[in-house]
């Protein structure tokens, strides 16, 4: 006699589905079009952004993008394990927790533009005088305020907004 086994999925379909869906995700965290295509002074944010991130032969670097990361990396991981965790125990789908992740980093980027003054070279006194401020990276605000986040799968964005 043939044993009788019914196979009944306790949710291990929806496991790996996610897990694949997962890994197809990503996050950017910056200056992303469209969102980085408005102009200041005759130039778009990303370009603003990739001068204060690597500076000029006359503006030193203030690099507060690839700073965060490094500055914020044990926070990073742990924004990761917890979204991706609300994923496996069923509580978020995996671009919720992704873009859930993105906005945190996002976040974090804000936090280290905001701290600038504490840790970036300090402008020069010409400057301070044109601007009215000593504060490092911030001139009209707008740099501060295209920042942005996205989720891309295999590349393409499929989320995005501003860092807040």
Known sequence: MKPNV???DM???ALVENTKVLKELGVLVGYIPPMADVGHGGINMA???AIMEYGTDDIPA???LSSFYREYANQIKELWSTETSKVY???KDPLEAVTDVAKGMASLALKRFD????WAIPLDPKTV???GSSTPLVDTGALRAHLGWAVTKKRSIVRFGRAE
């Open 6 to 8: 019914k196979y009944k």
């Open 11 to 13: 949710g291990l379909k």
């Open 47 to 49: 370009t603003l952004a």
């Open 62 to 64: 203030r690099p507060f």
């Open 89 to 91: 125990m069923k509580k």
């Open 115 to 118: 701290t600038a003054s504490a």
């Open 129 to 131: 005088e044109r601007k």
